[in-house]
T-cell receptor
Framework: SQQGEEDPQALSIQEGENATMNCSYK?????LQWYRQNSGRGLVHLIL?????REKHSGRLRVTLDTSKKSSSLLITASRAADTASYFC??????????FGKGTLLTVNP | ETGVTQTPRHLVMGMTNKKSLKCEQH?????MYWYKQSAKKPLELMFV???????ENNSVPSRFSPECPNSSHLFLHLHTLQPEDSALYLC??????????????FGPGTRLTVT
């Protein structure tokens, strides 16, 4: 999980397979966000789930949130080589601050 | 890329130099951020400006000096840096949380190397 413990730190799959990444956080949150970063570039916002939501979909992305376990997961279905990137979760409170994890490096092999 | 631009993209500077990083957002946001990304470490928030006022400063050394002249522009002035300051510096913008906007939009970053 992110925020000090990756789950997994790195993940390598074949094109067409599904990829699941997990994230944990430590304090109560207002929202949980997922970002993608291609090597050496800026982060791209993928999806935001609020603390009163349990599941959210966006295209091939599915995010779940379990506030009782302080954890979230990101599922990418039918992965493509272009999905190869680092994925970060970020927990947000009611202020400006987002707390990022160390990220999961996903490699999708053609 | 995302409506947030950063210049320069790459910067090599000596420890005695003074340089500035520039960020500009074209998204109409009113909050802007500086982050530092070092290898194998989580993204570190350095500064936050909202409506051109600094609202967060995470114990950043004084050799980093931010400036926000208006809601579209953000600078990071650098002087007498150390080699451990070498990193990717990312700028981001968002609406202020009170207005319901939480997503942050990032620029491509400036890769800084201090020699």
């Amino acid at each position: 999980s992110q925020q000090g413990e990756e789950d997994p730190q790195a993940l390598s799959i074949q094109e067409g397979e599904n990829a699941t990444m997990n994230c944990s956080y430590k304090t109560s949150i207002n929202n949980l966000q997922w970002y993608r970063q291609n090597s050496g570039r800026g982060l791209v916002h993928l999806i935001l789930i609020r603390s009163n939501e349990r599941e959210k979909h966006s295209g091939r992305l599915r995010v779940t949130l379990d506030t009782s376990k302080k954890s979230s997961s990101l599922l990418i279905t039918a992965s493509r080589a272009a999905d190869t990137a680092s994925y970060f979760c970020a927990s947000g409170g009611s202020n400006y601050k987002l707390t990022f994890g160390k990220g999961t490096l996903l490699t999708v092999n053609p | 890329e995302t409506g947030v631009t950063q210049t320069p993209r790459h910067l090599v500077m000596g420890m005695t130099n003074k340089k500035s990083l520039k960020c500009e957002q074209h998204l109409g946001h009113n909050a802007m951020y500086w982050y530092k990304q070092s290898a194998k470490k989580p993204l570190e928030l350095m500064f936050v400006y909202s409506l051109e006022e600094r609202v967060e400063n995470n114990s950043v050394p004084s050799r980093f000096s931010p400036e926000c002249p208006n809601s579209s522009h953000l600078f990071l002035h650098l002087h007498t840096l150390q080699p451990e300051d070498s990193a990717l510096y990312l700028c981001a913008s968002s609406q202020a949380p009170g207005q319901g906007g939480y997503e942050q939009y990032f620029g491509p970053g400036t890769r800084l190397t201090v020699t």
